[in-house]
């Protein structure tokens, strides 16, 4: 079956270190969102790429987060220095949107990162 | 402000009895709207969407209403069951450019065998 798939499952890091987490989306998606899931907050929309391109990255704080798409397989998130406050749940979900065509989101099953 | 909102309480209910969850939102005219399971510790599984020109859809034992006037989607299960258990999010393009897919903060439903 298809699937979205993410890198690293689990990290634990120290504050002040780089996390990069990874997405692979199904093939042939042309769309790749980054969500952070936390208790407090629910499901937060971080960036959003269609056809590779960054078209909003409202959500993210952009003093140190940065996602970028080298390739149409795979999607990186990156936070640089780590706080404990983005200790969260990081998706990722591919889709298949042209035109009207909306389509359901495909989620991988998480990167949950631990911050100290 | 902005919001998508669903019942943060969670929703116990017997087995074999319709469950409904509902979502509200404010300040949005959304071109559909899509709804979600959550397992723990897994990623959301996509359900059904709904347009605004319709009124109703069914999948199995699931039907989700649209109601652009009020604001609102209602989302049933019937003859609920155990496995049924999960959190149950819904989700609106807010943006109607299918660039922003912004979820509520989901409502936990319990089955009770």
């Known amino acids: 079956d298809a699937r979205v798939t993410q890198t690293p499952r689990h990290k634990v890091t120290e504050m002040g270190q780089e996390v990069t987490m990874r997405c692979q989306p199904i093939?042939?998606?042309?769309?790749v969102f980054w969500y952070r899931q936390t208790m407090m907050q629910g499901l937060e929309l971080l960036a959003y790429f269609r056809n590779r391109a960054p078209l909003d990255d409202s959500g993210m704080p952009k003093d140190r987060f940065s996602a970028e798409m080298p390739d149409a397989t795979l999607a990186t998130l990156k936070i640089q220095p780590s706080e404990p406050r983005d200790s969260a749940v990081y998706f990722c979900?591919?889709?298949?949107?042209?035109?009207?065509?909306?389509?359901?989101?495909?989620f991988g099953e998480g990167s949950r990162l631990t911050v100290l | 402000s902005q919001k998508i909102e669903q019942n943060s309480e969670a929703l116990n209910i017997q087995e074999g009895k319709t469950a409904t969850l509902t979502c509200n939102y404010t300040?949005?005219?959304?071109?559909?709207l899509q709804w979600y399971r959550q397992d723990p510790g897994r990623g959301p599984v996509f359900l059904l969407l709904?347009?605004?020109?319709?009124k109703e859809k069914r999948k199995e034992r699931l039907k989700v209403t649209f109601d652009t006037t009020l604001k609102q989607s209602l989302f049933h299960i019937t003859a609920s069951q155990p496995a049924d258990s999960a959190t149950y999010l819904c989700a609106l393009d807010i943006d109607n450019a299918g660039n922003m897919l912004t979820f509520g903060g989901g409502t936990r439903l319990m089955v009770k065998p």
């Open positions: 979900a591919s889709g298949s949107r042209t035109g009207w065509n909306t389509g359901e989101l495909f």
């Open positions: 300040n949005y005219s959304p071109a559909y």
């Open positions: 709904i347009r605004e020109n319709e």
């Open positions: 093939l042939g998606h042309n769309t």
